[in-house]
């Protein structure tokens, strides 16, 4: 089980960061993702980072902006989200990839156990 918390309503050019914590069983063989969906649009990749935490990959829409990072020991992956923008805003999902040890996967279909999501919402 993934639950995200951390979101909220935030005004543009502020800072937020989100959580992911994992339940039930260790990820720590697998890279885990951020994903987000802003209403009427598909769900978008945000970034994602290796099992080690050595790797990270961002959506070009963020990079330099956001950072993704992972504590094993908790079960826990965040990302911290900088200067954020309008455009930010949507519901913001943790998940796993489905396949132990690969690298840098962008798609949702190639992850499994999604959260529920947390709500972004940044003002102009």
């Known amino acids: 089980q993934l639950v995200e918390s951390g979101g909220g309503l935030v005004q543009a050019g502020g800072s937020l960061r989100l959580s992911c914590a994992a339940s039930g069983r260790s990820f720590s063989s697998y890279s885990m993702g951020w994903f987000r969906q802003a209403p009427g649009k598909e769900r978008e990749f945000v970034a994602c980072?290796?099992?080690?935490?050595?790797?990270?990959y961002y959506a070009d829409s963020v990079k330099g902006r956001f950072t993704i990072s992972r504590d094993n020991a908790k079960n826990t992956v965040y990302l911290q989200m900088n200067r954020l923008n309008p455009e930010d805003t949507a519901v913001y999902y943790c998940a796993v990839d489905r396949v132990p040890r690969r690298l840098g996967a962008r798609t949702p279909g190639e992850y499994d156990y999604w959260g529920q999501g947390t709500q972004v919402t940044v003002s102009s």
């Open positions: 980072i290796s099992w080690t935490g050595i790797s990270t």
